[in-house]
């Protein structure tokens, strides 16, 4: 991987993660959260996982649907 894209991509996949440490909001959580995901799944391409990035990608969409139903019921 180039070094830039490196950067750039850690530089994301941090962000990501100093935003779920910050949200309070299940909901703004969640996109932070998917924030640090964009940031990590180039990694996991690069080092030829390809199998892993592509069950990532089937399973997460999924997922998220699962825990925005749960946020929702939750609130009042």
């Known amino acids: 991987m180039n ?3 490196a950067l750039v991509f850690g530089f ?3 962000l990501g993660a100093v935003a779920a ?3 309070k909001d299940p909901f ?5 959260l998917g924030i640090l995901a964009g940031g ?3 990694f996991i391409v690069d080092r030829g996982y ?3 990035a592509i069950a990532y990608a089937l399973i997460v969409p999924i ?3 699962f825990i ?6 939750g609130c009042p």
């Open 40 to 42: 990590i799944v180039p």
């Open 68 to 73: 925005l139903l749960v946020c929702r019921r």
């Open 21 to 23: 440490m910050i949200q």
């Open 12 to 14: 994301v996949a941090i």
């Open 3 to 5: 070094e830039g894209f």
């Open 50 to 52: 390809l199998d892993v």
């Open 28 to 32: 703004d959580k969640l996109v932070s």
């Open 63 to 65: 997922a998220t649907i």
